[in-house]
C-alpha cells in the first residue's frame, strides 16, 4: 500500500464521513408522498475546495455504487474506490483543479438512510416500512448535503447508467446550479428489455424464503440466494456478447466437476457464482429492490411529455457519452437525449466510446473517456494537443471567402469540423453560435478543448441528429472528396440549413488532373498530405 499512497496520480487514503441533515420538522417529504423522519448521507470528498466554492464536480454513482469513488481507505485496502482511475492528480476529473463530491444515494445500504437503517420512531430497521423513492428523492438529497456544505453552484454535475439519470434530473431540477452536465451511458427511461430484467432480478428476490416480507434483519438469515441470483442476472447486462465469448466462450473449469445436479463446469456459471455472492456481502436486498424499482419508474417523456419540453429550462453545457457495445442502455438511447436537447436549443455535444466490454466500459475502459472529459471541463489532454486543421487554409482567401459568406452572430454547423479551427475563427471573428460534426473521437476532442459543442458522428449516414431549418449556414469545407454519399450529404445540408457552403480542392488543377490521369493515383500534395493507398480522398 506504500507505493498506492506516494503515487502522484492517487488522492491517498480517504475516509468516508456521514453526516445527520437538518430537516424541516415534518422530515424529509418524498416525491411519492411518503416521510423520512431524520436523514443521513454518506460521502466522500477529493481536492480542495476554492475560496470561491465553484469548482465542486458531483459524481452520481451507479445501481451498485457508492460514495468510495476513489484513494483507499486504509494501508491494507487491496482495492480502491469503483472509479479511482477517473479521479485523482492530472486524471479526468483532476483533484489540482476541482474538488469532487461522491455521496451514497438516498435508499442505498452503504451510509445514507435506506432500508437497513434504523427508524427512529422505534429504534428499529425501517425494513418493510421503508417509503417509495426516486431519481428525483436521491438528486434532491445530494442538493440537500451540498446546501450544507455551503455549496452553491457545480463546476460539473457527472455520472453513468443510474447516475446518469441523476444527471438529467439535475439538470432539469435546478437548471442555474450546475454549469456543466456530463451524461454517460444512460437514458431517459429504460428499456422494454432493462425492465424485463429488472423484474425477473426482483421477483427473485421476493421468492427468496428469507426475505420475509422485507424485515428480516433480526433474523440469522437474510434473502442471500435471492440477490445473487439478481447481481447474477444484472451482471450479465453489463457485459457484451463479444467480451463473454471472448473471456469465457464455451470453456470449462479444469480438473473439476459439477457440485450437484443441473449444475454444469462452464467458467461462466462459476463466474457469475461468484460475482453474485461476493455482491450479497456488500450489498442488502431491499436496497436493491427499491433502487431498481426507483430506475424503472424514471420516465421523462411520460412527466414532460416530450423529451424537449423535459429539457426546455437546462442552462448546463451538456456532454451525452455512449458505448458502442452497450445493450443495456444502447447508444441509441444517448443519441435521443442529444438530439432532445438539440432541438430544445442547448448547448450540447456527443460522442460514442468503441469499447468491447458493454455497459461496463465507462467503469473500466477509460483512456478516451478520461480525455474526453477532461476536454469537456477545459483541461489539456495528453496526446491531443490542439492544432489547427489546414491552418494555412483559414488564414487565407478560403477563409476570407467563407466569412463573407456567414452572417455574423449566425447558427453555424461545420460537417467535418476536423480539430475545430475553423469554426474556433468564425467564433471569435463573426462571434457565430458554432456546432462540429465529425466522425473522428481524436478531432471531437480537440474541438471539446476549444470549448466549442461537437457531435461525433457519420454525415453518410445523414444528418440524424439535426432538426429540420436549425441553422443559418452549413458548412462543408474540404470534406466532400472524402464523403461516400455526396449527395445524401448536400440534400441534407439544405434540409437543416437555409445556406450552404462547399469548400474542395482544386482537383482541376493541372498537376492534379496529371496525376489522376497519368497515374490513377489521388495527388499528394501539402494540402493533400495522404499516400495514394491510405488517402481519403475517394472523389
Given at each position: 500500500m506504500t507505493n498506492k499512497k506516494q503515487n502522484p496520480k492517487?488522492?491517498?487514503?480517504?475516509?468516508?464521513?456521514?453526516?445527520?441533515?437538518?430537516?424541516?420538522?415534518?422530515?424529509?417529504?418524498?416525491?411519492k408522498g411518503g416521510r423520512l423522519p431524520d436523514l443521513t448521507v454518506a460521502y466522500e470528498t477529493y481536492g480542495t475546495l476554492n475560496d470561491a466554492r465553484d469548482n465542486v464536480v458531483l459524481i452520481c454513482h451507479a445501481l451498485s455504487g457508492d460514495a468510495h469513488a476513489a484513494g483507499y481507505h486504509s494501508a491494507s485496502d487491496a482495492k480502491a474506490g469503483w472509479w479511482d482511475e477517473m479521479i485523482g492528480p492530472g486524471k479526468g476529473l483532476d483533484t489540482d483543479r476541482f474538488f469532487v463530491i461522491c455521496s451514497n444515494i438516498l435508499g442505498g445500504c452503504m451510509g445514507t438512510t435506506g432500508p437497513s437503517s434504523i427508524d427512529p420512531r422505534d429504534g428499529k430497521p425501517y425494513g418493510s416500512r421503508f417509503p417509495e423513492i426516486t431519481i428525483g428523492d436521491m438528486v434532491v438529497v445530494q442538493r440537500l448535503l451540498l446546501d450544507h456544505l455551503g455549496i452553491e453552484h457545480l463546476e460539473a454535475v457527472i455520472g453513468g447508467s443510474l447516475g446518469g439519470m441523476q444527471v438529467l434530473e439535475w439538470s432539469i431540477r435546478y437548471p442555474t446550479v450546475v454549469r456543466r452536465a456530463i451524461c454517460i451511458a444512460s437514458a431517459p427511461s429504460l428499456s422494454t428489455q432493462a425492465l424485463a430484467f429488472d423484474v425477473v432480478g426482483r421477483n427473485a428476490i421476493l421468492m427468496d424464503p428469507c426475505w420475509e416480507g422485507g424485515d428480516y434483519y433480526a433474523s440469522d438469515h437474510s434473502p442471500v440466494l435471492g440477490l445473487a441470483q439478481a447481481r447474477m442476472l444484472g451482471h450479465i447486462t453489463y457485459l457484451s456478447p463479444e467480451i463473454l465469448k471472448t473471456r469465457f466462450g464455451r470453456d470449462k473449469r479444469p480438473d473439476e466437476s459439477p457440485s450437484g445436479r443441473f449444475r454444469t463446469p462452464f467458467q461462466i456459471e462459476s463466474y457469475l457464482s461468484y460475482q453474485g455472492n461476493k455482491f450479497t456481502h456488500r450489498f442488502d436486498a431491499n436496497s436493491y429492490l427499491h433502487i431498481t424499482h426507483a430506475m424503472d419508474d424514471y420516465d421523462l417523456k411520460e412527466k414532460y411529455g416530450e423529451l424537449e419540453q423535459a429539457f426546455a429550462s437546462v442552462e448546463s453545457r451538456f456532454l451525452v457519452v455512449a458505448v458502442s457495445s452497450d445493450w443495456l442502455f444502447p447508444p441509441e438511447q444517448s443519441r435521443e437525449i442529444a438530439a432532445a436537447l438539440l432541438r430544445a436549443g442547448k448547448s450540447v455535444s456527443y460522442c460514442m466510446l468503441h469499447a468491447p466490454f458493454g455497459h461496463d466500459a465507462f467503469l473500466v475502459d477509460i483512456d478516451d473517456l478520461t480525455d474526453t472529459v477532461r476536454a469537456f471541463l477545459g483541461l489539456a489532454t495528453p496526446g491531443a494537443a490542439t492544432q489547427d486543421r489546414d491552418a494555412s487554409i483559414y488564414c487565407g482567401e478560403d477563409y476570407e471567402a467563407i466569412a463573407a459568406i456567414v452572417p455574423p452572430h449566425a447558427r453555424v454547423l461545420d460537417l467535418g469540423c476536423g480539430d475545430g479551427a475553423l469554426l474556433d475563427r468564425l467564433r471569435r471573428e463573426r462571434h457565430v453560435r458554432a456546432l462540429g460534426m465529425d466522425i473522428d473521437l481524436p478531432s471531437v476532442i480537440r474541438v471539446l478543448q476549444r470549448g466549442i459543442d461537437v457531435i461525433q458522428d457519420d454525415i453518410d449516414e445523414g444528418l440524424t441528429l439535426i432538426p429540420d431549418a436549425d441553422y443559418d449556414t452549413?458548412?462543408?469545407?474540404?470534406?466532400?472528396?472524402?464523403?461516400?454519399?455526396?449527395?445524401?450529404?448536400?440534400?441534407?445540408?439544405l434540409r437543416v440549413a437555409a445556406e450552404g457552403?462547399?469548400?474542395?480542392?482544386?482537383?482541376?488543377?493541372?498537376?492534379?488532373?496529371?496525376?489522376?490521369?497519368?497515374?490513377?493515383?489521388?495527388?499528394?500534395?501539402?494540402?493533400?498530405?495522404?499516400?495514394w493507398y491510405e488517402t481519403p480522398n475517394i472523389h
Amino acid at each position: 500500500m506504500t507505493n498506492k499512497k506516494q503515487n502522484p496520480k492517487s488522492v491517498g487514503l480517504v475516509e468516508t464521513q456521514r453526516i445527520a441533515l437538518p430537516l424541516p420538522s415534518g422530515g424529509l417529504v418524498l416525491e411519492k408522498g411518503g416521510r423520512l423522519p431524520d436523514l443521513t448521507v454518506a460521502y466522500e470528498t477529493y481536492g480542495t475546495l476554492n475560496d470561491a466554492r465553484d469548482n465542486v464536480v458531483l459524481i452520481c454513482h451507479a445501481l451498485s455504487g457508492d460514495a468510495h469513488a476513489a484513494g483507499y481507505h486504509s494501508a491494507s485496502d487491496a482495492k480502491a474506490g469503483w472509479w479511482d482511475e477517473m479521479i485523482g492528480p492530472g486524471k479526468g476529473l483532476d483533484t489540482d483543479r476541482f474538488f469532487v463530491i461522491c455521496s451514497n444515494i438516498l435508499g442505498g445500504c452503504m451510509g445514507t438512510t435506506g432500508p437497513s437503517s434504523i427508524d427512529p420512531r422505534d429504534g428499529k430497521p425501517y425494513g418493510s416500512r421503508f417509503p417509495e423513492i426516486t431519481i428525483g428523492d436521491m438528486v434532491v438529497v445530494q442538493r440537500l448535503l451540498l446546501d450544507h456544505l455551503g455549496i452553491e453552484h457545480l463546476e460539473a454535475v457527472i455520472g453513468g447508467s443510474l447516475g446518469g439519470m441523476q444527471v438529467l434530473e439535475w439538470s432539469i431540477r435546478y437548471p442555474t446550479v450546475v454549469r456543466r452536465a456530463i451524461c454517460i451511458a444512460s437514458a431517459p427511461s429504460l428499456s422494454t428489455q432493462a425492465l424485463a430484467f429488472d423484474v425477473v432480478g426482483r421477483n427473485a428476490i421476493l421468492m427468496d424464503p428469507c426475505w420475509e416480507g422485507g424485515d428480516y434483519y433480526a433474523s440469522d438469515h437474510s434473502p442471500v440466494l435471492g440477490l445473487a441470483q439478481a447481481r447474477m442476472l444484472g451482471h450479465i447486462t453489463y457485459l457484451s456478447p463479444e467480451i463473454l465469448k471472448t473471456r469465457f466462450g464455451r470453456d470449462k473449469r479444469p480438473d473439476e466437476s459439477p457440485s450437484g445436479r443441473f449444475r454444469t463446469p462452464f467458467q461462466i456459471e462459476s463466474y457469475l457464482s461468484y460475482q453474485g455472492n461476493k455482491f450479497t456481502h456488500r450489498f442488502d436486498a431491499n436496497s436493491y429492490l427499491h433502487i431498481t424499482h426507483a430506475m424503472d419508474d424514471y420516465d421523462l417523456k411520460e412527466k414532460y411529455g416530450e423529451l424537449e419540453q423535459a429539457f426546455a429550462s437546462v442552462e448546463s453545457r451538456f456532454l451525452v457519452v455512449a458505448v458502442s457495445s452497450d445493450w443495456l442502455f444502447p447508444p441509441e438511447q444517448s443519441r435521443e437525449i442529444a438530439a432532445a436537447l438539440l432541438r430544445a436549443g442547448k448547448s450540447v455535444s456527443y460522442c460514442m466510446l468503441h469499447a468491447p466490454f458493454g455497459h461496463d466500459a465507462f467503469l473500466v475502459d477509460i483512456d478516451d473517456l478520461t480525455d474526453t472529459v477532461r476536454a469537456f471541463l477545459g483541461l489539456a489532454t495528453p496526446g491531443a494537443a490542439t492544432q489547427d486543421r489546414d491552418a494555412s487554409i483559414y488564414c487565407g482567401e478560403d477563409y476570407e471567402a467563407i466569412a463573407a459568406i456567414v452572417p455574423p452572430h449566425a447558427r453555424v454547423l461545420d460537417l467535418g469540423c476536423g480539430d475545430g479551427a475553423l469554426l474556433d475563427r468564425l467564433r471569435r471573428e463573426r462571434h457565430v453560435r458554432a456546432l462540429g460534426m465529425d466522425i473522428d473521437l481524436p478531432s471531437v476532442i480537440r474541438v471539446l478543448q476549444r470549448g466549442i459543442d461537437v457531435i461525433q458522428d457519420d454525415i453518410d449516414e445523414g444528418l440524424t441528429l439535426i432538426p429540420d431549418a436549425d441553422y443559418d449556414t452549413v458548412l462543408l469545407s474540404e470534406t466532400l472528396q472524402v464523403v461516400r454519399k455526396p449527395q445524401l450529404v448536400l440534400n441534407e445540408m439544405l434540409r437543416v440549413a437555409a445556406e450552404g457552403v462547399v469548400v474542395f480542392p482544386n482537383f482541376a488543377n493541372w498537376a492534379n488532373r496529371w496525376r489522376l490521369g497519368l497515374r490513377g493515383r489521388m495527388p499528394k500534395s501539402g494540402a493533400l498530405p495522404f499516400e495514394w493507398y491510405e488517402t481519403p480522398n475517394i472523389h
